[in-house]
């Protein structure tokens, strides 16, 4: 069996909240659900390699995702974005920079 291994000049990423070594909130960094991208910011806020996971995703030209607490769409940083359609008639509650909820798809029934 070959195995592929890929070096990587990323060993700052260890130190991201965002990293818990099963990709469970991979979903909160790639969605279009406004949310989650709310709540990805609000991981990044208090992250210590926010500085680094921006410079690095800018690097890479990364197409799209929250990095370094950023929205990024088409490789440019967004730094305002509408939701699709309509206002919603009743508002969104706002995420606390302290504190970030547990996605409902990820609490156990």
Do not use: Y
Request: charged residues 30%; negative net charge.
């Amino acid at each position: 069996m070959l195995e592929l291994l890929i070096e990587t000049d990323d060993e700052w990423n260890i130190a991201g909240r965002c990293n818990d070594n099963n990709g469970t909130l991979t979903h909160l960094f790639f969605s279009d659900d406004v949310a989650h991208q709310a709540r990805a910011k609000a991981m990044c806020s208090k992250c210590p390699v926010k500085v680094e996971c921006l410079d690095t995703a800018i690097a890479r030209r990364e197409l799209w995702g929250i990095w370094g607490g950023e929205l990024i769409e088409n490789g440019r940083i967004v730094l305002g974005k509408r939701g699709r359609g309509r206002p919603p008639k009743i508002p969104r509650p706002v995420v606390a920079v302290d504190e970030v909820p547990v996605p409902p798809e990820l609490i156990p029934v």
